[in-house]
């Protein structure tokens, strides 16, 4: 099992250019979900899912598109990058629909905004 | 805005010591968990302790949880320089028909060889 799989590990963009982060899991998790890390904030969430069609906002959802077509995938986009979306970006995944259980993480998407 | 505040925000110990970090949050949970992260890494989860449990070990972890005050202690014995990593705790709470799962800012720990 790869587990969460992210790609690209590492992206720069200029402002106003659009991207989509690519996460994969091959644990028949239910359920998935975007955090972006910065800076002594911790882990915000970003968006999630309980099922694949089923998709719902997190605390910071600005800027950000997800779909779950699938599965196993769980894209996220940036429509328009701005320098305030410079982050790290992890995605996680769990069993169940509901959430709660223990995350499973992705080795993380280190973004610039120039 | 952020459910659990751990502290300290940074630890530095002897190899060999006890290392403890604490979280505080502000609603009630349904389960608390505790991840650890090493430099450039995802989080790994290490333990999750339920709303009706106080106490629980693995390996050399102990997890407490005070439902009453709101707080909960990761307590790892006899520290490692391995175990140099972030620490974060992880609140799970009810939020429209799902469970929330909010993250602290996290300890940094570092282990002294």
């Known amino acids: 099992n790869a587990g969460v799989t992210q790609t690209p590990k590492f992206q720069v963009l200029k402002t106003g250019q659009s991207m989509t982060l690519q996460c994969a899991q091959d644990?028949?998790?239910?359920?998935m979900s975007w955090y972006r890390q910065d800076p002594g904030m911790g882990l915000r969430l970003i968006h999630y899912s309980v099922g694949a069609g089923i998709t719902d906002q997190g605390e910071v959802p600005n800027g950000y598109n997800v779909s779950r077509s699938t599965t196993e995938d769980f894209p996220l986009r940036l429509l328009s990058a701005a320098p305030s979306q410079t982050s790290v970006y992890f995605c996680?995944?769990?069993?169940?629909?509901?959430?709660?259980?223990?995350?499973?993480f992705g080795s993380g998407t280190q973004l610039s905004v120039l | 805005s952020q459910q659990g505040e751990e502290d300290p925000q940074a630890l530095s110990i002897q190899e060999g010591e006890n290392a403890t970090m604490n979280c505080s949050y502000k609603?009630?949970?349904?389960?608390l968990q505790w991840y650890r992260q090493n430099s450039g890494r995802g989080l790994v989860h290490l333990i999750l302790i339920r709303s009706n449990e106080r106490e629980k070990h693995s390996g050399r972890l102990r997890v407490t949880l005070d439902t009453s005050k709101k707080s909960s202690s990761l307590l790892i014995t006899a520290s490692r320089a391995a175990d140099t990593a972030s620490y974060f705790c992880a609140t799970v709470a009810p939020s429209g028909g799902y469970q929330k799962v909010t993250f602290g800012t996290g300890t940094k720990l570092q282990v002294i060889p």
């Open positions: 609603t009630s949970i349904n389960n």
């Open positions: 996680a995944s769990s069993y169940g629909r509901e959430g709660g259980k223990r995350l499973f």
């Open positions: 644990m028949n998790h239910e359920y």
